[in-house]
């Protein structure tokens, strides 16, 4: 810890002596006791409303954007909401503050209005007991509280975006609480030959999906609370399905229903994942190892050559990550990141790495290996695999968890490295 406090001070030094002194953007000392900051700040002068639920600094000003993979803005003129990214340029540790988690809905939707003193959660289908639950039921049994991501298939880097936030901002990471769907199936009792459930969310276009049961008694949540407080409307109050490392879309919001059956359930969201091709299809369910860099990331200007701490996440649907590695010059040479914290399953880990900018151009990636062992593959070799020419035309089929490109020039700026 203390040599690499050293090294890091000496990388701030060079970085700023090679700039030729205390440019913008460098680190300007200290002279004798003279503060730095005005001796009197404004001053808020507290109101209600923040006395009762706080707000941000106004200074902070990071948020999320509509339509980030182009198609219909939210809201759209009927006050459907689509697809909203959350700003990954911006994040530090693991968390997605609530009200920056990124939003999905399968074919647009007005967000439900639900009182959960109403709200009830039927088990049904094949089962000794059909129950239903209110949320009071829910709250009095056995409770977990799990860190997990969830990542839409739509979360695509395109040679248009230009962006972090365009090309992986449909991912979030919250702590979810909540009772183990295996909890409530066991109270039901699963008759034999069940093996798939169908999960039902409450709009009028339900977000329905088949899952195999093995599944739901593994690790699936049914979650009311997402980082200490009630889930938030966006995210599916009073009540999700947590469905860890599954595609987006199972993880049911406003979830009212699950019936367990003996067969694959064709619904509306599982006729979204018909693919003619078996290979893509299978591909559909389990998120793959995927990371990219936060920072630097597409958009930023880096203030010159000189020490950065590169910062990144990473997350894979088959477990914990065990490793990241990073890569400054275009994937020539690979270097162990380091993690901050714990790697938990299905969850963003953030990784760094201390990083000395010569001031040349060079592209920036990250690659990462979960518990599993699997490898995140660039796009030249997932091109590979499905035999196709990795030309401008070339998209990944199926979600695709390929290594991200950031170019930077040599003036600092940051683009995107696939465009
Ligand atoms: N009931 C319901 N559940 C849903 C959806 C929906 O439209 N309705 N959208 C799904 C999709 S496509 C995704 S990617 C995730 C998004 O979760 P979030 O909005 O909390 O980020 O929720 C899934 N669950
Ligand atoms: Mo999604």
Redesign the pocket.
Known sequence: MGSKRTARREFLRSGAALAGGFTLGSVAPAIGQTPASPASPRMIKGDKDQIAYGDRSRFVTSVRISHPMGGRPSPDSFGLVFHVASPLQDSVGVITPSSL??????RG?FIPDIDPREHRLMIHGMVDRPLTFTMEDLKRLPSVTRLHF?E?AGNRSSRRAKTVQETHG?T?CAEWTGVLLSTLLKECGLKGGASWFVAE???EV??ASSMPIAKAMDDCLVAYAMNGEAVRP???FPLRLMVPGFE??F????LRRIKVVDRYYMNYNDYGHLDQERKVAALSYQIGPKSVITFPSGGQQLPGRGFYEISGLAWSGGGAIKKVEVSTDAGKHWNNAEFKGTPQRMAHTRFSYQWNWDGQETELLSRCTDELGQVQPSRAQVAKYWNKPLDPSFTVPGLDNTIQPWRIASDGSVTNGNA
Do not use: L, R
């Open positions: 988690h990124y939003v999905a809905t399968t939707a969830i839409c449909m979030s969310g409450a709009e339900k977000g966006q995210q599916g987006g879309i993880h049911t919001k406003y």
